[in-house]
DNA sequence: GTCTATAGACCGATAGAC
DNA sequence: GTCTATCGGTCTATAGAC
């Protein structure tokens, strides 16, 4: 929508990311422009920088907020047994992915578009989530609860299982969510069964 | 290098495919221009249309190969039994997929930069290879050796965790590729466990 | 088959008026 | 805070010489 000559520093912020955020899932980051991003937002290309200081800026603070919402949102529960540790960390897992599709999608696509210092950072992010995962499955290791031979890679394979999900998951198709996430935490229940 | 006049049309058409499979998955289709594969190639951008109508199917061609690669390869064995069925999927998937990151890699993310006629005859042929592994499942819950509720959900889930390898796996880390072979064909087999 | 040159368009980012 | 205008550069694809 058009928009005349005014202040609206408050709503317009959001709605630059909101927009990049859609355009980038879509499209790409290497293939969305500012101008597409400035007429989705209803403003001139040059009002984006009053946002950001530049493109590479709005994507790295898309996926940092993504990710420091993820860890956020994950509390750890010390001191429960390793099983119900790892379905909560199983059915947390599918719903706040199926919640983001589009979050999910670029951050894990346009890493190869972040700066060098930008990847590292996020990439430390996501390996504090990986490690939640990894814990819990040493401690059921140790407590003879787990037969995983190398907690590192089971880590990763039931992470790629799990984010797997979005791939093919739309709301409204042959499954509920629900039904997914039982039929998923059944298959990581049994994957690293003793 | 760069190169005098003259004809090599059966030594630049491959060399121009290699040069666009490194450069697309190492800095996404979008990112890259005709000039810096030209510039790889070692020819001038304009030469590349010899070789190519354009870049889209430059593109396109390279996700074909590989997955028509990838079901010639995969020779699906009728009459053996499930569980040899499945292990042999699983290290072949493994196998093939390692030996081959880059092609995986484009085949997965860039999707979304194909035209809408070549993005489905590239589901169509990703979804033959799927079917393959939807066909083992089927057939050991039948023959009452595998417990999975629903084949086709099952059939995502070890092929996300299995392509997810590529995603950690480097050639001389610390578990060679035959050691994650087995971890993975472990966690899959229990995975889809009576 | 490859070259040079170029068309027609788009890009990120900035300057200065209001 | 948003606008218009613009700089200096990029791009895909094509034309025509050799």
Redesign the interface.
């Known amino acids: 929508m058009a928009r005349t000559a005014g202040s609206h520093s408050e709503i317009t912020g959001p709605r630059v990311r909101t927009a990049a955020l859609a355009l980038f899932a879509?499209?790409?980051y290497?293939?969305v422009s500012m101008r597409q991003i400035a007429r989705e937002v209803g403003v001139q290309a040059g009002a984006l920088y009053n946002y950001t200081p530049d493109k590479q800026s709005l994507l790295f603070d898309l996926m940092r907020a993504h990710l420091e919402d993820l860890l956020a949102a994950h509390a750890p529960r010390d001191g429960s047994d390793p099983m119900a540790g790892l379905e909560h960390f199983t059915r947390f897992h599918i719903q706040f992915h199926a919640e983001r599709p589009d979050e999910v999608f670029i951050a894990y696509?346009e890493l190869?578009?972040l700066s060098p210092e930008n990847f590292a950072e996020i990439e430390a992010l996501r390996r504090r989530y990986e490690d939640r995962l990894e814990t819990i499955l040493r401690a059921g290791v140790e407590a003879g609860v787990f037969a995983v031979?190398?907690p590192k890679?089971?880590t990763?394979?039931?992470?790629?299982?799990l984010?797997?999900?979005n791939?093919?998951f739309r709301e409204g198709g042959r499954?509920s969510l629900a039904e997914?996430e039982q039929?998923?935490w059944?298959?990581?229940r049994?994957?690293?069964?003793i």
Do not use: C, E, F
Not at 156 to 161: C, G, K, P, R, S
Not at 190 to 193: D, G, Q, Y
């Open positions: 879509q499209h790409g290497a293939a696509m190869r578009n031979p190398d890679i089971a990763m394979a039931v992470i790629a299982m984010t797997g999900v791939t093919w499954l997914v039929i998923y059944d298959m990581v049994k994957s690293v069964a």
